[in-house]
């Protein structure tokens, strides 16, 4: 069982992630609705993996979910980060796969995708 964070600025897909990742026997020990939340919950509870909304509004400055993994790797370079996007963002999902993201799952979220996604990451 992995320690994980969820990060989105809809409070639905939060649920709706949560949910999933509970069903597949991980805890949720974190969730923030934007990127400066996010940083901010990364260092306070240090989870083991994070889900990061790629698109997310400004706050703070920071202006996405990329920008809030470059903190959280800034942070700890060991982060685990999953980015979660929509279709017709790939080219967001090479940037971030790029500075440091270990993957990425596409809305709709199901934990057919999850899972994988996860294994992968934290075995």
């Given at each position: 069982?992995?320690?994980?964070?969820?990060?989105?600025?809809?409070?639905?897909?939060?649920?709706?992630?949560?949910?999933?990742?509970?069903?597949?026997?991980?805890?949720?020990?974190?969730?923030?609705?934007?990127?400066?939340?996010?940083?901010?919950?990364?260092?306070?509870?240090?989870?083991?993996?994070?889900?990061?909304?790629?698109?997310?509004?400004?706050?703070?400055?920071?202006?996405?979910?990329?920008?809030?993994?470059?903190?959280?790797?800034?942070?700890?370079?060991?982060?685990?980060?999953?980015?979660?996007?929509?279709?017709?963002?790939?080219k967001l999902v090479m940037e971030a796969l790029t500075k440091g993201a270990?993957?990425?799952v596409l809305k709709p979220i199901t934990e057919d995708k999850l899972k994988?996604?996860?294994?992968?990451?934290?075995?």
């Open positions: 069982m992995a320690r994980i964070m969820v990060v989105d600025d809809v409070s639905i897909m939060r649920f709706t992630i949560k949910g999933h990742l509970q069903r597949l026997g991980h805890d949720v020990v974190a969730e923030a609705s934007n990127g400066d939340e996010a940083i901010n919950q990364y260092m306070s509870t240090k989870p083991d993996l994070v889900t990061m909304d790629i698109t997310m509004p400004a706050v703070n400055g920071i202006r996405s979910g990329i920008e809030a993994l470059e903190k959280i790797k800034e942070f700890d370079k060991n982060a685990k980060v999953i980015m979660i996007t929509s279709h017709g963002e790939e270990k993957g990425y994988p996604a996860l294994a992968k990451i934290i075995g």
